[in-house]
């Protein structure tokens, strides 16, 4: 697919920016806007944006915000039994105006409003990305030693809890050990996030691996209500906060392709006049449609449920 009309095309049926008049807009993130529904919840809705080296592309992925949408959805489901979670149960069209269903149908959630942990809760079971650059550095990640002599993608002994401190938008996520998060958040906090994020890995690893999908790590974000209770919120097991790899051609010494914005980054890694900074630079037709064909696959390989 090449050309200026399939790309224009393809965009009319995509959701760069929700434009509700009917609430409040509290935020626009990298993906997600939110909107006030009275004091107590919130209305997320997941656009078409995608964010590549933290810059949000101009070209939205059509269904993207809907695909993610879904499988956070069913994680939540799927994984209510080990945490409470920020869902509702109110069904997003009946908290907009008529004119804007259509803006929040099958890509929105009203969730509880909760004061968000400010530490992200990564899991690792295998070794790539920001965790094979540290290991290589010093043989542990996140503080946590690791057998010496492990290569790039190699399934870890046992899963490793390895927090992020959250930055503020635009800027990376910072890696920190977990006496870092204890003095941030407190002893208690700190570790029942870990212990919970650590048993809702294993529960989905066991259930991908099923459907012949690695979970390689993923991210987790928590919250908590005014009586202190620790809920998961925002996205959960996503092809955004996670990385899956299929099973069938995983192999240990390579990067394994993955079902998300592969194809966004390697097109822009061939890019040698742009320096990972806005303004960004216009992506392909090919490259768009072949991203939303990925996150597409993970949905259906993983849940079964077809757009």
């Known amino acids: 697919m090449s050309g200026s009309a399939p790309l224009a095309h393809i965009m009319t049926a995509a959701l ?3 434009s509700l008049h009917s609430l409040p807009l509290l935020s626009r993130g990298k993906v997600r806007d939110n909107y006030a529904v009275g004091d107590d919840k919130l209305l997320i809705v997941t656009s078409d944006r995608l964010s ?9 992925i059509p269904d993207k915000g809907r695909v993610l949408n879904r499988m956070a ?11 409470p979670n920020h869902l509702t149960g109110i069904a997003p069209e009946t908290v907009v105006a008529a004119d804007e269903v259509a803006q929040v149908n099958g890509r929105s959630m009203v969730v509880k409003r909760l ?24 043989g542990a990640v996140c503080g946590i030693a690791l057998p010496a002599g492990l290569q790039l993608a190699q399934k870890l002994p046992e899963p490793i809890f390895t927090p992020a401190r959250k930055a503020e938008q635009g800027e990376h996520d910072e890696n920190i050990s977990f006496d870092q998060m204890v003095q941030a958040i407190g002893a208690p906090l700190a570790e029942r996030m870990r212990s919970v994020s650590l048993e809702l890995y294993r529960r989905a690893a066991e259930f991908a691996a099923q459907r012949g999908i690695i979970i390689a790590d993923t991210k987790f974000e928590f919250g908590l209500d005014d009586a202190g209770t620790l809920h998961l919120m925002d996205e959960v097991l996503t092809a955004d906060s996670s990385r899956f790899w299929p099973a069938d051609s995983y192999k240990v010494g390579i990067s394994p392709p993955s079902f998300d914005k592969q194809f966004v980054r390697d097109y822009l890694e061939t890019l040698k006049d742009w320096g990972k900074r806005p303004p960004p630079p216009p992506l392909p037709a090919e490259v768009v449609e072949r991203t939303a064909a990925k996150y ?10 077809e757009l």
């Open 16 to 18: 760069h920016n929700s």
């Open 52 to 60: 590549a080296f933290d810059v949000v592309m101009n070209e939205p």
């Open 73 to 83: 959805l069913f994680w939540f489901d799927k994984l209510a039994d080990v945490v």
């Open 115 to 138: 004061k968000p942990i400010m530490v992200e809760a990564v899991v690792r079971g295998y070794l790539i990305g920001s965790g094979w650059k540290d290991y290589q550095d010093s």
């Open 296 to 305: 597409r696959e993970a949905l259906v390989r993983l849940t079964g449920q």
